[in-house]
C-alpha cells in the first residue's frame, strides 16, 4: 500500500503520520519524488481500508492499494517515478538509472591472474568502461571445470581496482562469502543460476553493497521481479535486474536468446534500473556489438561485455569474449547510438 502526500505537506506532519503508521503496526518508508512526497507500508495491509488511512491526515491525497504480487519492486510502490542506484567507486560515484549515462562493466568471464585482470582493467578504463568485471567463483555447468580462483582473486580484483580506479563487480555464489566478497565488491552479482537461491537472495539484500541480479535462464519476468523483491523485502533497494538470455528452443546459433523486449516492459513494471548483457546472452563474440547497440537503442540503462586480452586462450566464456581492440571499437560505435539517445557521458574518467 502506498500513502500519497499532498505537494507541500509539511515535515512535521509527515513525521507524526510516519508515527501514527507505526502504531498501526506498519512500516512506512518515506520515498522522496521529484514532485511528490510518497510513503510505501510495509506490514499485513490485507485487512486495512485505504479510506480510513486517508483520515489520519487532510495532508494525505490518496491512499493506493499495490496490486502486483512484488511491492517494493513495482513502479507503482515509488509512484510511478524511477530510481537510480548509485555506487561508489574510487573514480567517484556511478549513477544507473533512467536518463543517466549508460554505464559499461567490461571484464573477463574469470579472473585468471594478476596480470591479465590488471591488463584487462587498464584496458577497459581506457576504453571508456566505468566497471571492472571479473569471476572469483564461478558457477559452472561441469564440476570438473575451472571454478575460478576463489579467495585469492579477490585480492587480484582488489588490486585491479587500485591500479585502475574502477569500480568492481563480481559474482557470489555462497551466503558463507557474502562478506568476503563485499569487502571487495562495489556491486555483488547474483547469477542466472542463483536467481531463485531465496537464502542468497536474503543475504545479499541483508548488506549494503548494490545487487546486480541476473535474470534466471528460465524465469519470467514475474518470476526475476520477485526474486529482486527478496533483496528489496530484505532492506537493500539497490537492485540493478540484468538480462541475460533465455533459453529458447533453438540453441544452434546462439548460445541464449536475448531477451530485449525487457526493456519496455520492465520500464512499466519497476522502478529498478536495467542493464543488459549480451556476452551470455548471444554466446558469440561477433554478436555482441549489434546486441549492444540495439540495448541502448532500446534503452538499456548499462551494459555488461566481457573482454579478455586473449580469447582464444580463456579459462571460461572465451567464444564470447572481445578483445581488447574489439572493445575499443565497440565503445566507439555505443558512443554515436549512446550520444543519439541522449545517454553517453562524454566527461573523461578521471585517471
Ligand atoms: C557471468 O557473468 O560470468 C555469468 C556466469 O553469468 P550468468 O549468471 O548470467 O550465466
Ligand atoms: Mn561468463
Known sequence: MIVVMKVGSPDREIERIETELREWGLTPEKIVGKHKIVMGLVGDTASLDPLQL???????????????????????????????????????????????????????????NEDMIIATAKAVKAAGASFLRGGAYKPRTSPYSFQGHGESALELLAAARDASGLGIITEVMDTADVDKVAEVADILQVGARNMQNFPLLKKVGAQDKPVFLKRGMSATIDEWLMAAEYVLAAGNSNVILCERGIRTFDRKHVRNTLDLAVLPVLRSLTHLPVAIDPSHGTGIAQYVPPMAKAAIAAGADSLMIEVHPNPAKALSDGPQSLTFEGFEDLMQELSAIGKAVGRWSTVPVAV
Not at 76 to 89: C, F, K, L
Request: proline share 8%; glycine share 6%; aromatic share 6%.
Open 54 to 112: 486517508k483520515e489520519i491526515s487532510p495532508w494525505i491525497e490518496s491512499v493506493l492499494r499495490v496490486e502486483k504480487p512484488y511491492k517494493k519492486t513495482s513502479l507503482e510502490y515509488r509512484h510511478g517515478e524511477h530510481s537510480n542506484v548509485v555506487v561508489a567507486t574510487p573514480n567517484g560515484d556511478v549513477t544507473f538509472g533512467l536518463n543517466q549515462p549508460v554505464v559499461v562493466i567490461a571484464g573477463p568471464c574469470s579472473v585468471e
